[in-house]
């Protein structure tokens, strides 16, 4: 069984879950985590990380993805990676990026296949200029 963990800085991850539920119509249960935010209404809270990972059996794999690369809150889940090697962290997570992790066949899911999904172009960040969107524009007309 694979279980998905959003840990973020306050409320992020509650947004990002209710993003992603809607998207895969709640495909996969998402637990979320808001770190440093006691007004935030969580799954679970930040310190609670170690007990979550405790309580699940090590035939299992955890999938973490956070919001900030080497923020704090990825630091704690890396230590975590350190202890555990069936705990997978993505930091740096977006909805693209996120949609593609959920969709993945469960059967496939490793650190190969993940590692294919952190290159794949769709899921980066892009910068839209008005000479990117004419220049897109003009290869789509010509299809």
Known sequence: MIKYVIASHSGFSLGLKSTLNFLTNNLKKIIAISAYDDNEKTDLNFSDISTLLNGIDKSDKIVVMTDIN?????????QLVMENSNVYLISGINVPLGLSILLLDEEYLNEKSLLSLLSDKEAL???ITREY???????SQDE
């Open 70 to 78: 080497s923020g704090s809150v990825s630091q704690k889940i890396a």
């Open 125 to 127: 960040p892009k910068l």
């Open 133 to 139: 969107l004419l220049e897109h524009n003009n290869d």
